[in-house]
């Protein structure tokens, strides 16, 4: 198990599909940075804030791609979050499987022992892969904006006391960041899954690749049309959206994690590779 995890681990980030996903991701975040926060920051050497106590300084809680809710690069890069965990590893059952690789592997090691390599592997690189540019852009805006504590009476986004984690939000705006990041981490890494997972609905490689995409665009539009929005998982990933209800989230890495292993480990153990 050790030895083709390893194997695994290592094939999921030396990539193509990691590369592109990252440059894809970075774009986004660069195109932030010039659209919002170095404008955020010329705006701090512009403004007296002390004639005016009532203005906020912009703060990196609020400013970063993910700390509030009208910036156009932040709703673009949340949406298509399932496209940039599936480019690096999703496919490469589906692809193994094709090439014939799979007999090989198959007379090498346990099967079972496979499966799980594949899904760690999957669901790590699509963490990553979805974090990495988020994770710059904090440091680029930590880089520009303050780390000052978020205004309670002016607030860069909704924010408020019927948030969950909405104290820590107001008192360690960083710690509240890492949460989210972490969160970040875990949906890219279920998106990744659900490709895995769909491997053997189709014979085509690209129908199994937007299986995640589509999956995020029906829940998305479904939450829209319902007007529950704020259940959609476009905005729960988002930091400055925030969350409601804690249910909604745990909802979505239970069913997310378990539902993708136990599908693909149950239709990968039956599936004949010979």
């Known amino acids: 198990m050790k030895q083709i995890l390893k194997i695994e681990i290592s094939r999921a980030f030396r990539t193509k599909g990691m590369l592109f996903s990252l440059i894809g991701g970075c774009v986004l975040s660069v195109l932030h940075i010039i659209q919002y926060q170095i404008p955020a ?157 769909a491997s053997f609905l189709s014979d085509y490689k690209m129908v199994v690749a937007i299986c995640p995409f589509f999956l995020q665009l029906l829940l998305h539009v479904a939450c829209t049309l319902l007007n529950i929005w704020e259940y959609s998982s476009v905005y729960v990933m988002q930091a400055g959206y925030g969350i409601k209800q804690i249910w909604v989230l745990i909802a979505y890495l239970i069913i997310g994690f378990f539902g993708t292993f136990f599908i693909f480990m149950y239709k990968g153990e039956r599936t004949d590779a010979f």
């Open 41 to 197: 920051h010329q705006t701090l050497l512009q403004r007296a804030f002390e004639t005016a106590p009532i203005w906020t300084p912009p703060n990196v809680a609020g400013t970063w791609i993910a700390g509030n809710g009208y910036n156009l690069e932040g709703f673009a890069y949340f949406l298509v979050v399932p496209i940039l965990a599936m480019l690096p590893y999703g496919v490469s059952y589906f692809s193994d499987q094709e090439q014939g690789v799979l007999k090989n592997i198959y007379m090498r090691v346990k099967r079972r022992d496979y499966l799980k390599a594949k899904y760690i592997a999957t669901f790590l690189s699509g963490g990553f892969a979805v974090t990495v540019p988020l994770f710059i852009n904090v440091l680029c805006c930590m880089c520009l904006v303050p780390n000052l504590l978020p205004s309670t009476i002016l607030p860069q986004n909704g924010i408020c006391a019927v948030y969950v984690w909405n104290e820590i939000y107001f008192s360690n705006p960083l710690l509240y960041i890492a949460i989210f990041l972490l969160i970040d981490f875990c949906f890219g890494g279920i998106f990744a899954c659900v490709t895995l997972a």
